[in-house]
């Protein structure tokens, strides 16, 4: 079965660190870019951030550049994502996402089939 | 960063209803744009990307349609599974950006 299992979520002071980690199973990341997207308690989601299948491309939101790096081992077939500088605003639940990255000969598409559960990262003093 | 603006926000509908939610953006992104469905406390479902291509396992009840900058996810004969929120999701530049999502109740 096709799975991804994010964790390392918990409850982390202000300025501090985490970093989280995607645990992929039933299919080789190395032949995917992959994604994470949080979403804060009660309100909608926010994608974060992306790495190429073999990690030489990274995009992430302004908000988090400086702060949070996304990374890969394929031959984990783990994906993470180094949180520093930690901000009341970065609580979310953190969800990792396979991106089929679809082409029809022109264009490239986001397609994000898998997802994990997601993992709690709660900032606070 | 292009903004994408959903609506309406929330909705009431009943099993059989033909439901019908927009996503706006800001800017032209062509057909780059797709469509997720989430459950409370559950992680989003890929429906449609690339506008129109319905994924693969999702019922054909399900279609997406554009004109210009204004997308729309069309529910026909809306069934009590699909009770949940759904958001667009613009993939044309970086940072990805999702609308405010739908929450389609009872």
């Known amino acids: 079965e096709v799975q991804l299992e994010e964790s390392g979520g918990r409850l982390v002071q202000p300025g501090g660190s985490l970093r989280l980690s995607c645990a992929a199973s039933?299919?080789?990341?190395?032949?995917?870019?992959m994604t994470w997207v949080r979403q804060a308690p009660g309100k909608g989601l926010e994608w974060v951030a992306n790495i190429k299948e073999d990690g030489s491309v990274r995009h992430s939101l302004d908000s988090v550049k400086g702060r949070f790096t996304i990374s890969r081992d394929n031959a984990e077939n783990s994906l993470y994502l180094q949180m520093n500088s930690l901000r009341a605003e970065d609580t979310a639940v953190y969800f990792c996402?396979?991106?089929?990255?679809?082409?029809?000969?022109?264009?490239?598409?986001?397609?994000?089939?898998?997802w994990g559960q997601g993992t709690l990262v709660t900032v606070s003093a | 960063a292009i903004q994408m603006t959903q609506s309406p926000s929330s909705l009431s509908a009943s099993v059989g209803d033909r439901v019908t939610i927009t996503c706006r953006a800001d800017q032209d992104i062509k057909t780059d744009l797709g469509w997720y469905q989430q459950k409370p406390g559950k992680a989003p479902k890929l429906l449609l990307y690339a506008a129109f291509t319905l994924q693969s396992g999702v019922p054909s009840r399900f279609s997406g349609s554009r004109s210009g900058t204004v997308f729309t996810l069309t529910i026909s004969g809306l069934q009590p599974e699909d009770f949940a929120t759904y958001y667009c999701?613009?993939?044309?530049?970086?940072?990805?950006?999702f609308g405010g999502g739908t929450k389609v109740e009872i």
């Open positions: 999701l613009q993939d044309y530049t970086y940072p990805r950006t």
């Open positions: 996402a396979r991106d089929l990255d679809v082409n029809d000969g022109k264009t490239w598409y986001d397609a994000f089939d898998v």
């Open positions: 039933g299919f080789s990341i190395r032949n995917y870019w």
